[in-house]
């Protein structure tokens, strides 16, 4: 837990498309540490040449792209479409992941830090932080702001079936935080929060 010697380390969460990135900008705008797992997942498939001869290894070229970079779409559309084939990758990124973020808080103690993780609860990593907060959204502004991004309705079911249910992962979190209307209230939230610490 968080002592004189550390800042604090929290652990964010929340459904698809619900908000966490602005949460986390707003924590970054606030002087926090933050790291994105998701962002190391894609440095990962971009630029680690072990991860990247395993993916050419196990899907061969149908996944990357004519400069012969992965495609993160096509493995996406890979995986989502085969379980098996996610429990693989997620096998292959997540301790390299949880290596780096945990490496990072350890290699600056003094910070406050928080780590943006979909699946915090999932894979049950709460336990790494003091306090975990959870981002949610009404589904159908999630439909719309994931539409826009380019998500069928479809992508945006195979990705929430991946995931627990929002209503779990806000009933384990410690804090909550609604994103329900515009993005000034939801820092006004964020601001609270972080006053309290």
């Not at 959204?137 to 195979?158: D, T």
Request: hydrophobic content about 45%; glycine content about 10%; charged content about 25%.
């Amino acid at each position: 837990m968080q002592g004189s010697d550390r800042g604090y380390r929290i652990g964010l969460t929340g459904g698809i498309g619900c908000g966490k990135s602005s949460v986390a900008c707003f924590f970054a705008e606030a002087g926090w540490a933050v790291l994105s797992a998701d962002a190391l997942v894609q440095d990962l498939l971009a630029s680690n040449e072990a991860v990247i001869q395993a993916v050419r290894e196990r899907w061969g070229g149908a996944v990357f792209n004519v400069e012969g970079r992965v495609d993160r779409s096509a493995v996406a559309e890979t995986v989502f479409a085969e379980p098996g084939e996610l429990e693989w990758l997620e096998a292959l990124l997540h301790p390299r992941v949880r290596e780096q973020w945990l490496a990072a808080m350890q290699g600056d103690p003094g910070s406050n830090w928080v780590i943006e993780i979909p699946l915090l609860f999932e894979k049950r990593l709460e336990k790494e932080f003091d306090f975990s907060v959870c981002v949610t959204c009404p589904e159908a502004i999630v439909i719309a702001r994931m539409a826009l991004r380019g998500f069928s309705k479809v992508a945006i079911e195979q990705r929430s079936k991946r995931q627990m249910a929002l209503s779990e992962k806000m009933g384990r979190a410690d804090y909550v935080i609604t994103n329900a209307g515009s993005l000034e209230f939801l820092k006004e939230q964020t601001l609270g929060l972080i006053a309290e610490w």
